[in-house]
């Protein structure tokens, strides 16, 4: 019991003493930050952490404070004479660098110069960025001597930069403003010196040259900077062209070289090019040549064009050095169309009187504006007699007057506002917006005469370019929102802008791969050989063309088994077509408008069910593939056929199948698709007596065995008779082509 009662004396001495210490702590805490916030401190301790900002705003904010308290200033005072002997170590360096600055110096000893100078700037500037020390009178008396010797050093060099640059060795050593001790306008000073850099550039050489290229580049004058290029590029030609008269393609190399070592060509001399083209001028006045081509001269050379063939002779020909000759063999605009969607909207039929409700708002607000009126007259009397001071009635009627101006202007409002107005009757439409892709296709040849070395280089390349639509067809012109889907989608006129538009071709590409086939190249001894290759290539062209031309004659001869229905899912409507291989039906896209799958019945009683794979809008044709196989047609593949021959035109008219209804060819016309009218776009159509009628849609036209058109429209009307049309077999063997199909001739 003794020993617990020891231990518990113990415990509790041990407890009290560290309360009597924590309480002590405690209290030393608390005054520690009373003292701390004074502004006095606050200010000793941001200029012990070198806060000269923070010490700076303590200063300002605390003016009055310190101006009150002269213990304060006195503290603050003394803090900044603190920061004042920091710095006497920091000037008397700075001093004894400037000082034992030797000028003029060697280029060697420039770096170290300006280092000095540089750290004599920055430590000046410093100083005089802490405004306290100034404020408190407490700015280094040394500073004063350090900003003097600094001046005098720096206008010393200053003054002596012209004579320096002189000597310069600029050729060959680093950039001189990047080393000079003081900074110097780099393009002000150089366009001073402009006589001797047009002196040093004379008589550079070699890889003298790129050096000043790389370190002047930027701040060279133009013409300065011009004389230099033209001097080293015509260094580096001659050396690569091993004192020789340079080829065209040693010109290009050389530019490439230039520019790989960094050197900004502007202009390469003594190279002027002329382009020239020579496609055939049949293809050109028979628009065979669908959109045109333009060259973006993307390299530094002098060019000139000419658009017709007898360039060889022409004085530009005589005079360039290089001709490059352009030959359009293929030029063409393929249109593509896909399933159309409709769109529902509203047109305005016509209109009824109606009554206005604006009517009905304009008079209640005059009438309001009447009785606000009628009362502040009310009150303007009572002014009047003596109720109220003169003030009063200023005031009274100031606002009555305001309220006549609205009352009068509410009765112009509703004087001009009628009871009745006509309201628009809207009729519920649709139109269609058919999503095309349109693709520019060329084939140019282009030949490159290097008239120097005399020999020509001949290639091909091929152009593609392709870019979408959706076109919007049928919008009403009384649709009130006609001009939101004219922003919204393009028209036929954006369609044939696109196309007119030059493909431009880009010389660096053609370049390229003249550079990389060295091996094509072939000597001439005169223009005959050229002309002979240009002139079978353009033959190639034109007969080409030519067979895809078509005069008023045509025909074929179809067989039953050939020919099929097309019913639509729910056999609400019917059509004819025919195989054009083993297991693809032709068709009009009216015919299947609106399905993906169709029913077809064969002439040997079989049926089949059919995937619509491909259309187009415009020539109103359709693919659908088959589940089945049928006898494949043969086209008529002549470019005539006399007008007077017999036609026979197979199909299934008003639910009689496979009927045959014979007539004469007329003509070959052309004309507006029936089925999406464009203004912009022709097909071709065969004229004919023989009957057509719903049901033969889709169906093939005869000559003989061999189709000619795929049966499509008649006219139809009082004072019309027997008019038919029938799609051109040129326009389905187009279509036909796009998709890859291998048909029969």
Known sequence: MRRRFVWSVLLILLVTVCGCRAGRSLKTNIKETVISSKPEDKFSKALDRNKFSE????????????????KAMDEITIAASHVKKRYRSKISAATTNVLSIHWPEKSAKWTLIRLKLDNARDLIDEIESIIILNDLGQTPPALAKLKKKFKTKESMIRADALAQFKKYPIQTGPNFFSIYPVKLDEAKFLKSQAALLERTVASASGKNIPHMIKEYGDVIPAKTMRNLEGSYFRELLKKESKGKSPSFRTVIKTMKEAQRLGFPVTEVPDCKIAFMRVTSKSLLDEHGIEFGLGFDVDLPMATESLDRT????????KDADVIILINEVVSKIDRKTFRPKSYHSKSVTGYYEGYNHAYDQAQLRLEQLRLKRQELNERNNTHILGWFGASDITSAAHMAALEEQKYNEAVANATNIPKMVDKPIYADYSFRIVPMRTTKIASVQYVIIDRKSRTYFTDFFDITQEKNFRIAYGINPTDPDKYKYKRRYSTDKEVRGWEKQTVAIRLSDMLNYYLDHEEKDKKYRNMSKIRKTILNNRNKALAEFYSNKYKSDTGNDPRFDSTVKVLSPDESSHGSGFFVTDNIILTNHHVVE????????????MEAFGKVMAFD??????????????????????????????LEAIGHPKEFPFTITRGVFSAYRVRSSHHVYSRDIDIKYIQTDAAINPGNSGGPLFYKDKVVGVNSCGRAGADIENLNFAVHYAEVMKFLDQYGIKYRK
Request: hydrophobic content about 40%; proline content about 6%.
């Open 617 to 646: 809008l415009y020539r109103d044709l359709a693919l659908v593939k088959v589940n089945a196989h049928g006898k494949p047609v043969r086209f008529y593949a002549k470019s005539s056929l006399p007008a007077g021959v017999t």
């Open 594 to 605: 609106g399905h993906d799958f169709v029913e077809i019945r064969m002439h040997n009683k």
């Open 310 to 317: 007898p360039m060889f002779n022409s004085k530009t020909a």
């Open 55 to 70: 010490a700076e705003q303590i200063w300002l904010d605390n003016q009055a404070y310190f101006l009150e308290k002269p």
